[in-house]
């Protein structure tokens, strides 16, 4: 389906590196069904922004309490934890939801802790977004810009009630927070974190992951269940990398987003991209023709490898030799 363009009011710049405007986080964040919240659109080669929760926030997967911190680096670097479910609220009841990706980063120094009447207690980083019910229904706002009395939604037994915040305090962290954590879901973009209800990490269709020895970028759909060049499966990457470490290099994204002018354009663009799963190129179709055409290189879609020619970098680096991918002679990434 074609898409009509909207003119979008970019606002103050944020950040003239990566990329970032006010205007444009305003404008995904509607238009996602507010599960993104930052859009970076110049490169991905700089550190994340993320939203998280402490290791002891207790979450309940698989119908059990567990601790998010030590269920994230149990299942980390393996696909086992794509089998569980954790619990969120849909059409005013909880239900399980899928998980399909996990972070973990490093702890900001700043957190926020939310304290309820009820006796709920939630560590959190700054930009997380908890719901409160406002004067027009449920809202996701910030755990900073939460207020003492504002009513949040929370659960008990099992059923889903609205507690009220007794206190919110900013708390530094001395040493005693390494890490934070998030989960990504299927469908239902929330989920019971101590009891109330906050986001998960924006949910992606595609992963970005550097591949250094071809000097360039591969891609890999959410749908792809085989091996990609960097030796994992899309499931593995959200679970080790994409939604693990979060180091450099290493970005979930939507699919439209790589046939944008914009796409990692401070990294050299399309041009860096040197696999695709074949699937990925068909559903862009013309457009990723497009593209490639505004680049001058009309040849560069049959340049860009994919499974049926290479699924580790020892087969891909002798394709990209042999048909010339102009990435081989980029500057060098890393």
């Known amino acids: 389906a074609e898409f009509a363009l909207q003119p979008v009011k970019k606002g103050e710049m944020i950040d003239p590196v990566r990329g970032e405007w006010k205007g444009v986080n305003d404008f995904i964040y509607q238009k996602s069904n507010k599960t993104l919240e930052r859009f970076h659109g110049y490169s991905i080669m700089s550190w994340p922004e993320t939203s998280c929760c402490v290791a002891g926030t207790e979450v309940i997967i698989n119908g059990e309490t567990a601790k998010v911190g030590e269920f994230i680096n149990r299942h980390r670097g393996t696909e086992k934890y794509t089998k569980s479910s954790v619990l969120t609220l849909k059409n005013g009841k909880t239900v399980p939801e899928k998980i399909v990706a996990m972070q973990r980063f490093p702890a900001p120094d700043d957190l926020i802790r939310i304290e309820t009447r009820s006796g709920r207690r939630l560590i959190v980083t700054p930009d997380h977004k908890i719901n409160v019910n406002g004067l027009e229904g ?43 954590y998030n989960l990504t879901l299927a469908n239902i973009h929330s989920y019971f974190a101590n009891g109330l209800l906050i986001k998960n990490c924006g949910c992606f269709e595609c992963i970005i992951a550097i591949l250094p020895e071809a000097n360039g970028f591969m891609v890999v759909n959410r749908e792809f269940v085989g091996i990609t060049p960097c030796g994992m499966t899309f499931s593995t990457l959200a679970g080790s990398v994409g939604g693990g470490e979060q180091t450099p290099g290493f970005m979930g994204i939507g699919r439209l987003y790589l046939v944008s002018k914009k796409f990692i354009s401070a990294d050299g663009g399309i041009k860096r991209i040197v696999w695709m799963t074949k699937e990925l190129k068909e559903a862009l179709g013309d457009k990723l023709k497009k593209r490639c055409e505004e680049e001058s290189d009309l040849d560069l879609i049959n340049k860009i490898a994919d499974e049926s020619v290479a699924t580790t970098t020892e087969e891909l680096l002798p394709y990209l030799e042999k048909v010339g991918h102009p990435a081989l002679k980029m500057p060098p990434l890393i």
Not at 149 to 167: C, Q, W
């Open 138 to 180: 449920p809202v996701w706002i910030p755990a900073v810009e939460v207020k003492e009395g504002n009513k949040v939604i929370s659960i008990r037994d099992l059923s889903p009630y609205l507690d009220v915040v007794r206190n919110v305090k900013v708390i530094r962290n001395r040493g005693e927070f390494d890490y934070v």
